[in-house]
């Protein structure tokens, strides 16, 4: 085991993907001579070569199209998109294109591509950096979505994610990129998609992923203290959900709460608490509640405190659970 920052664990699982597979490489704004803007590409151009970490135009849309055309020719792209807010002009290509040729050519044309997009808030940023778009992508047919919320998965997740042959929506919750954990190097534990139960209770569950992983774990501690013993599922997979986990721990405690901070309309809550109703409906004590950003636009840095889940809105969530 070794401790690492997220930031340091992605660049390390980066590192052994391009060792062990000759074809892929890494792509985008300033992955380079910089390193990224958040650093998680330092030091692989000076390790593998500008051939293989590739500085980009500022065109998100152009990075993309040209990660479907090497992957078409046998190479296994990585792209960065630098901020969450930048993807859009991409959007096209990725839902169009990325997402469709597969299944298009009838399975004869494979695109192994992973697209890394720092998201979400807590940094202080302007406009178009904090944004959360994953239900876009998780909403497309053909896109595996998948976001990590600490360093060991980080490590993992971003190799498991460039060893497959599907095209995959890496998403890295930016506001924990710092956050020291330990990293088992040797041996993952979990496969891609599957859902990690951090916790167990029997009060209620609480079901979260990437940024909000952490504010659901420091509620369940907080409730602790006042007697209430919640499970925490980390779901890690956005599409495909591992919905298993999901159901037998709200069979278990008959309540459940969903916290993202994405808005809270047609959000990946929104999806849950329908699946989890549909599944779980006879051991339901109370309706499945959400804690989720406001459906506005994304604030200003001196009000995202007050527009993000926090774990005092987690756990009047729960509070209301459990008046029904």
């Not at 591509?113 to 950096?129: D, F, L, N, Q």
């Amino acid at each position: 085991m070794t401790t690492m920052t997220m930031v340091k664990a992605l660049n390390e699982g980066l590192r052994r993907v391009l060792e062990v597979q000759p074809k892929s490489l890494v792509m985008g704004e300033d992955v380079g001579r910089l390193g990224g803007v958040f650093r998680v590409t330092d030091g692989l151009q000076k390790d593998f070569g500008s051939e293989r970490i590739i500085d980009t135009p500022l065109a998100e849309s152009g990075i993309i199209g040209t990660a479907i055309g090497l992957a078409m020719r046998g190479y296994r792209p990585i792209c960065e998109i630098q901020f969450d807010g930048f993807v859009y002009p991409a959007f096209d290509q990725l839902v169009s294109q990325l997402a469709k040729i597969p299944n298009r050519s009838g399975g004869r044309v494979r695109l192994p591509v992973v697209v890394r997009i720092p998201y979400g808030g807590g940094i202080g940023a302007i406009e178009h950096h904090s944004e959360s778009p994953e239900a876009y992508f998780a909403h497309t047919a053909g896109l595996k979505v998948v976001t990590c919320a600490n360093p060991n998965d980080a490590y993992w997740m971003i190799q498991q994610a460039a060893a497959g042959d599907d095209p995959v929506i890496f998403f890295e919750p930016k506001r924990r990129y710092q956050a020291k954990g330990e990293v088992d190097t040797e041996h993952s534990e979990l496969g891609l998609y599957r859902a990690r139960t951090l916790r167990e209770g029997r009060t209620a569950t609480l079901i979260a992923y990437g940024p909000t992983v952490d504010v659901a774990a420091n509620a369940a501690a907080a409730a602790a203290e006042e007697g209430l013993d919640l499970e925490v599922i980390d779901l890690r997979s956005l599409s495909p959900i591992d919905w298993e986990p999901l159901f037998a721990s709200v069979r278990k405690t008959g309540r459940a709460v969903v916290v993202h901070e994405a808005p809270g309309n047609i959000g990946l809550g929104a999806e849950v608490a329908a699946r989890v109703s549909e599944e779980c409906f006879y051991s339901l004590e109370s309706p499945v509640l959400r804690v989720t950003g406001y459906d506005v636009p994304y604030p200003a840095s001196r009000l995202e405190d007050d527009y993000l889940p926090n774990l005092d809105r987690v756990l009047d969530a729960v509070d209301r659970s459990l008046e029904y």
